[in-house]
């Protein structure tokens, strides 16, 4: 069984792409990944995407891609696991090279949004939960997780001001990052006084609709080795599924994916959650960000959103998340998000985060959730030497 | 755009709130569960659900998809039925501002959405605060 290497990165900036096509977005982020490695010819190509189909009419992205890339005849095909396809789609990459089956995979992450207007987006996100009982009744997917925020709040006691904590972050770090979307840090005032989405949710909470693609390659370590450049692995690759919607779960509030698949990630990488030097996690919203990190036992039960506010997670502070900007400041093109976070981890690890550094970052770990934790992934990734 | 069929399919279930029961265990499940989640049966049948419960949470939604916009804003509850299920539901006939958790709430059937192209109403289960 060989072990799992990132080779090469490439990510389009994430943003309002009215001129790019799903397509051009793929291209571009699978092209600057594969010319970062000239001599590697992937064997493989899986896209990870939650809505080709009803945002652009438009499904077989593995052929698609692969046609572009004149990868004729090698296995392509798209994964979906929602807000979660990016790092599901990383998830098969991984475990195609583990078992063997691949030496060199690209694996590209893809949302287009913008072509649908709110409604129909809205409409698209809100796929991710039940369509007979969630959707039906007009519930959508901001209002699952202003429900969790409501009674977190209510069970924890946690200011506003606190909370906001996340976006301010997320901004501050987008601010430096090349790829991200918004470039203006954001104030605690900016977020408390933004308008009112699903009660408490505030715009600045939130997480924007963008468009994005970013890609990887996964090689094994003979083609690793080959390269000669730094050795960043894929210590542990995780994917949790919870029970399916939120009021269907014992406790809404407790991340079970979210602390399975991360249990699992830290055991087989060998490493405690201690000795991460940075993470990149799935901060949809605010809350999601809370609740995934007291998940994941970084923070204590209500304790996460105190912990951002007092800097323990900034860029030079005990534990940094979402280094450049995480789902809030770089964007959260959906399918595609799960994949810009291995990607961003890879640049942390090795060096090459340019004005986002972590310093001396060795082991980094990311983050993405698909519904509200519902289909969960948790990557490690480590640099050897 | 809620899909004619699978709300033929469905409506009964709809108008009715039937979940599942467990044959073995007496477990009862909403959403409706195929395998009982407590104690692995997969002898399940058809059962009506309480129609009252009392509100855990609740948000105003402001933005809807698409098909529920001339309905915006409005109120979106998680529910626990009066035997222990849960379910999300909009909360109508109150005033948003001072709408309470805890509150005791009934079912209601009402209208939900319109397919305006087709002509077609949906109704559905919405909870009513109970006097």
Redesign the interface.
């Known amino acids: 069984m060989s072990r799992a290497y990132v080779a090469s990165v490439g990510m389009t900036q994430v943003g309002e792409h009215w001129r790019k096509s799903l397509l051009d977005l793929m291209v571009e982020a699978s092209l600057q990944a594969m010319n970062a490695c000239p001599s590697i010819v992937p064997d493989r190509v899986i896209v990870g995407n939650m809505f080709s189909g009803a945002g652009s009419n438009q499904e077989q992205l593995g052929a698609y891609l692969a046609s572009q890339l004149n990868l004729v005849g090698v296995p392509a095909y798209k994964v979906e696991g929602a807000c979660g396809s990016g790092g599901a789609a990383v998830h098969n990459g991984y475990l195609s090279v583990k078992a063997d089956e691949s030496e060199a995979v690209l694996v590209c992450g893809v949302e287009k949004m913008k072509d649908l207007?709110?409604?129909?987006a809205?409409?698209a996100l809100?796929m991710a939960d039940?369509?007979?009982?969630?959707?039906?009744?007009?519930?959508?997917f901001?209002?699952?997780n202003?429900?969790t925020h409501?009674?977190y709040v209510?069970k924890h006691g946690v200011a506003k001001e606190e909370m906001a904590g996340f976006p301010v972050l997320g901004h501050r770090n987008a601010a430096s990052a090349r790829h991200s979307m918004f470039k203006r840090p954001i104030t605690v005032e900016d977020v408390i006084r933004s308008p009112?989405?699903?009660?408490?949710?505030r715009l600045m909470d939130s997480s924007p609709i963008c468009d994005g693609a970013a890609a990887l390659l996964i090689v094994n370590e003979r083609k690793a080795k080959e390269l000669g450049d730094v050795m960043v692995e894929v210590a542990a690759s995780e994917v949790a599924a919870n029970l399916f919607?939120?009021?269907?779960r014992p406790d809404?509030l407790d991340y079970v994916a979210t602390r399975a698949a991360a249990g699992r990630a830290l055991a087989k990488a060998g490493v405690k959650i201690g000795q991460v030097d940075f993470i990149e996690v799935h901060d949809a919203f605010s809350v999601t960000a809370a609740l995934a990190l007291e998940s994941m036992g970084v923070s204590g039960p209500g304790q996460a959103p105190k912990d951002v506010t007092k800097g323990r997670f900034n860029l030079d502070g005990e534990l940094p998340i979402n280094t450049f900007g995480g789902l809030k400041g770089r964007g959260h093109p959906v399918g595609a998000t799960g994949v810009y976070q291995v990607a961003e981890a890879y640049l942390q690890v090795s060096g090459k985060a340019e004005r986002n550094q972590v310093k001396g970052a060795k082991v980094g770990m990311t983050h993405n959730m698909g519904g509200v934790d519902t289909t969960t992934s948790v990557h490690i990734l480590r640099r050897e030497g | 755009?809620?899909n004619p069929i699978?709300y033929w399919r469905?409506k009964d279930r709809?108008f009715n709130l039937l979940g599942t029961k467990c044959t073995k265990c007496g477990a009862e499940w909403f959403?409706p569960a195929r395998v009982c989640r407590k104690c692995g049966c997969q002898d399940l049948v058809d059962h009506e659900m309480p129609h009252t419960g009392r509100l855990?949470?609740?948000?105003?939604?402001?933005?809807?998809?698409?098909?529920?916009?001339s309905?915006a804003p409005?109120v979106?509850g998680?529910i626990e039925l009066d035997n222990g299920q849960?379910?999300?539901?909009?909360v109508v006939d109150v005033d948003p501002t001072g709408l309470q958790?805890d509150t005791r709430v009934r079912l209601t059937i009402r209208k939900?959405?319109e397919d305006t192209k087709r002509g077609t109403i949906f109704y559905?289960?919405?909870f009513t605060p109970l006097p």
């Open positions: 207007d709110v409604g129909r809205t409409a809100a039940s369509a007979e009982y969630t959707q039906f009744v007009g519930a959508t901001i209002s699952l202003a429900l409501a009674m209510k009112i989405i699903s009660d408490p949710i919607t939120i009021y269907e809404p | 755009m809620i699978s469905l709809y959403p855990l949470a609740h948000t105003v939604l402001k933005e809807p998809s698409e098909e529920f916009r309905s409005y979106v998680l849960r379910l999300l539901a909009q958790d939900l959405a559905g289960y919405k």
